[in-house]
């Protein structure tokens, strides 16, 4: 008799000191519940953005070429450095503030760069636009100080030829350059296609 009044009081003061418990379990989840809500249903598209942001970004590697000496040793044909800007059009938040931005601070015609970004970039939104080819040492300083303020802009380093003779035996040492628009608008070239 004893031991049954001692199990019931154990087990009334047991349902005491636990009856809060499962509201505190189901207070727990609902707490999680609404917290998973927030992050995917609330927040979502901007974690999104981060996540499409820190995707992998493959480029192109450019092959160095040698120097040419002559027969005497005297340098002929260098390679120099080619401080080249792009921009990603994904990665852009606001395009008119970055024309204003690049024509402020580097001088980029905005027509042109209004061009570049028009609808061939946005149909490639995660191809890098070049905008500028060959910056001086100025415009570089300038646009690496100012990165932060230029969503979507990187420097790529490419090398790039220097022919110390200028033309002086073109046909022996060759010569590498990119098709222009008037050749392409010419068609003599028709195998090359335009946004390709």
């Not at 727990?28 to 992050?39: E, G, H, I, K, T």
């Not at 008119?96 to 939104?125: F, M, T, W």
């Not at 191809?127 to 690496?144: D, F, G, Q, T, Y």
Request: charged fraction near 25%.
């Amino acid at each position: 008799m004893r031991n049954q009044a001692f199990e019931q009081a154990s087990v009334e003061v047991l349902r005491k000191r636990l009856g809060p418990l499962p509201f505190l379990v189901v207070a727990v989840f609902v707490v999680l519940l609404l917290r998973l809500w927030f992050l995917q249903i609330f927040q979502g598209p901007s974690y999104r953005v981060q996540s499409e942001n820190n995707r992998i970004r493959l480029q192109d590697v450019a092959p160095f070429r040698g120097m040419l000496f002559d027969r005497n040793g005297e340098l002929l044909v260098d390679n120099r450095p080619s401080f080249d800007a792009y921009v990603i059009p994904e990665e852009i938040s606001d395009r008119e503030e970055l024309i204003r931005s690049l024509h402020v601070l580097i001088g980029l015609d905005p027509k042109n760069l209004e061009e570049k970004l028009g609808k061939e970039a946005q149909k490639y939104a995660f191809r890098p636009v070049l905008l500028k080819k060959n910056l001086s040492r100025e415009e570089l300083a300038v646009v690496e100080c100012n990165l932060f303020n230029l969503p979507g802009v990187m420097i790529q380093i490419k090398p790039q030829r220097y022919y110390l003779y200028k033309e002086l035996a073109a046909h022996l040492i060759g010569y590498l350059g990119e098709v222009s628009e008037t050749q392409l608008a010419s068609g003599s070239y028709p195998t090359i296609s335009r946004g390709t």
